[in-house]
């Protein structure tokens, strides 16, 4: 019979299972457990970092009862479930996210404070997880959290890279300089483990990384040989090559106001044996160890390139070893309902973040009808109906292609089944299309070439169910441009938009708890309900006209000014003028993301402030600009203008003349906790992308919803921002995307030198050529990719930019109704709330539905 379940005295069980800790004496009680056992201290020597530890612990022990609840039920109610597989999951801190989330902020802050501590040195303590470069990871992260949050059975999938995006560090010249970011070298204490924590801090010693789930591994092969059988059955033999192991680290993602706790599993690898015995025998222990070595090696480092592929087989691996664990893993857990396989796709949806993941088409082929057996008919039925590919970005560099030569030697049985796909998939479009071998040409998933190249975009777009952008514009242009061929062929109902949104939790109620009271005052609704339905914010409209209320708005936007400032002055012991308007621009150095506009425009501001006399200066509103963001290591140019903002901040900040009207500051190694400081103290914030190149932006929501305005081009989601809070409360300005084309064409056809076309810019080129910020000629590559093609539009769009610059000014002017851009603007962000982007995708993509874990725990039956 059935063995008896629970074991023993099932009184017994249920007297000491404990469920979650909801009051401070029981949250106290649990912290200093974990002070006087995990960490094996005492109270006498416990310091912040300690405390830090020991409410991380506790709050972990938490959500691992929610968590088990949540996939027990999961597993038990058989739902359809979506995974989100991303090469980049850009989570930044997690202490302060999980407390609010559970709904336990105070309570264990009452506890921290009981035991002699302050709940935010506390929360100072965690290190970012930063296990990505920018928009792409973020937009992962907000997308857990809000799946977990709107209680739908998602899961992430990722890497553990040993190390995230570099540190960085500025010189004293002015240059980038890269550190490695190795975060786990203290405990991460937010991985769940089946086996203790052991760890004995204030040894100094921090022991290995945590510990790995032992009971959840799989093997992952790479090079060797695949056969194709003799029959014609289309299998193939794959031997032989290198075996690595994946190992699952369990990440908790908990849900807003409700026990539901998502899953994030980080894959690391490790060799498949220490040594290979092999060898080993043979005598030849170094490549024995060597092989353990490429093993580790595959989940060491995130690439820190954004929008660039470089072609390097370790990035492939990473690519392969990740989509291969994933898929076994979602396949072990679809096999543990006795389903046929053919009801995969009921069951299961892949949405691909961008094309890194799209190996895991030929991988499920390859599984499905090398392993299971099915015939190719049926296996591409099941793949065209399980995924789903998001794109990111339409600039061509960013555009996955993989050498043939390369795919064939490390993965030679997905190269064959690559082939065959684009040989079915040619054949049906000659059939639609017959005799347009140029046609042919331009859709084929194989480039033509020395080396060959595979299409990672095209494979991703014939191998989904869907496909989409993340803003309308990007969405069109992603069906008018790279794949315009496979909209006229497959239709264009594949083809559709899903807008990005971010999570209000840690862009509102976290980062700006004052602004999150004042609208839970205001709107007479506890958090709970608005921070998950954040439409709600449109009732704060009225509210703009109440002086009072417009007080307490510019009052705490006042005091985030006042907390930005104490940061600089802790991290770059540099006072700022908080009394001065605050201008931001935080985001990945790129060339099409106009830095370079920006810094120019503080030139011709401090140029033109120069000329005034004091009188006419004494009118001025003073303005602080902040940059922050990091810089591909190899960009050279992306480099240098980082170097300039550095070098033109030095010269503006110590001129008498000018510095009490305008001071410039780069805060180095830009991270998901500094822009949770500096996003709230924004009065305004810079998106000026060239038109058509920025697909979505994320960051111009989080300010917008702080109450920051929006200074930017018509592009990505600045336009639909713009349509939700009113194109008069933005500050719009250049080129629209349909002119872009011509305007790059008159650029290399018919130059007009920009002394003529652009004389304001031109003299700030001359300045900085000139020497004004130390030796010009270092900046002559920046310079000259102005003078020559200016690729990404400048010198057109220069002048509109420093008009829209002046009607900033002059609105700020106006106080009173500065205040009431700032409310509306808040009070219409409701669109982009990442809530309501997941549930875009659950409802028009992967048809999931909700699952509410119940409130009280059903542990004991199993
Ligand atoms: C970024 C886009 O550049 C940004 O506009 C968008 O908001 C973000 O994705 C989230 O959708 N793309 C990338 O970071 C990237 O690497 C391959 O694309």
Known sequence: GKPKWPRGDEKAWKEAMRDVDTDTPSITRSIVSHVQTSLARQAYNLDDFGAYQAAALSVRDNLILNWNETQLGYTKREPKRAYYLSLEFLMGRTLDNALLNLGLKDQYKDGVKQLGFNMEDVLEQERDAALGNGGLGRLAACYLDSSASQELPVWGYGLRYRYGIFQQLISPEGNQLEAPDPWLEMQNPWEASHLPVLQHARLDIFLPPQLPRLDVTYEVRFYGNADRLPDDSGRALWHGGQEVLAVAYDV????????????????????????????????????????????????????????????????????????????????????????????????????????????????????????????????????????????????????????????????????????????????????????????????????????????????????????????????????????????????????????????????????????????????????????????????????????????????????????????????????????????????????????????????????????????????????????????????????????LIVNVARVINADPDTKDYLSLYFLPDYSVSVAEILIPASDISQHISTAGTEASGTSNMKFCLNGGLLVGTVDGANIEIAEEVGENNVFFFGHLAPAVEELRYQHLYHPVPIEEKCPALANVLNQVSGGLFGDGSVYEPLLSTIRQGDYYLLSDDFDSYIAALAMVDEAYLDNTEWVKKSIRTTANMGKFSSDRAINEYAESYWNLEAIKVPTTSNFLTG
């Open 252 to 643: 908790m993602i908990p849900g807003c106001y409700t026990r539901n706790t998502n899953n994030l599993r980080l894959w690391e690898s490790k060799p498949k044996r220490g040594f290979d015995l092999n060898s080993f025998n043979a005598g030849d222990y170094e490549r024995a160890v060597e092989s353990s070595n490429s093993a580790a090696a595959i989940t060491s480092v995130l690439y820190p390139n954004d929008h660039t592929t470089f072609g390097k087989e370790l990035r492939l691996k990473q690519q392969y070893f990740w989509t291969a664990a994933s898929l076994q893993d979602i396949l072990r857990r679809f096999k543990n309902m006795d389903k046929p396989i053919t009801d995969f796709p009921e069951y299961v949806s892949i949405q691909l973040n961008d094309t890194h993941p799209t190996l895991a088409i030929p991988e499920l082929m390859r599984i499905l009808i090398d392993e299971e057996e099915l015939s190719w008919n049926t296996a591409w039925h099941i793949v065209t109906n399980t995924f789903f590919y998001t794109n990111h970005t339409v600039l061509p560099e960013a555009l996955e292609k993989w050498p043939v030569p390369l795919m064939e030697h490390l993965l030679p049985r997905h190269m064959q089944i690559i082939y065959d796909i684009n040989l079915f998939f040619l054949q049906a479009v000659e059939r639609k299309y017959p005799g347009d071998r140029d046609r042919l040409g331009r859709m084929s998933l194989i480039e033509e070439g020395f080396p060959k190249h595979v299409r990672m975009a095209y494979l991703a777009c014939i191998g989904s169910r869907k496909v989409n952008g993340v803003a309308e514009l990007h969405s069109e242009l992603v069906r008018t441009t790279i794949l315009k061929d496979f909209v006229e062929f497959e239709g264009i109902s594949k083809f559709g938009n899903v807008t990005n949104g971010i999570t209000p939790r840690r862009w509102l109620d976290q980062c700006n708890p004052e602004l999150s009271a004042l609208i839970s005052k205001t709107l007479k609704l506890e958090k709970s309900v608005w921070l998950k339905d954040l439409y709600k914010l449109k009732d704060l409209l009225p509210f703009a006209e109440d002086p009072h209320f417009r007080k307490e708005w510019a009052a705490i936007k006042q005091r985030n000014k006042e907390r930005l400032a104490q940061h600089v002055k802790t991290f770059l012991g540099l006072e700022v003028n908080t009394k001065a308007m605050f201008d931001v621009q935080i985001k990945r150095l790129h060339e099409y993301k106009r830095q370079n506009l920006n810094i120019f425009g503080v030139i011709h501001r401090y140029l033109a402030i120069k000329k005034m006399t004091p009188e006419e200066r004494k009118k001025l509103n003073p303005r602080v600009v902040f940059f922050a963001g990091k810089a591909a290591p190899a960009y050279y140019i992306a480099k240098l203008t980082i170097r």
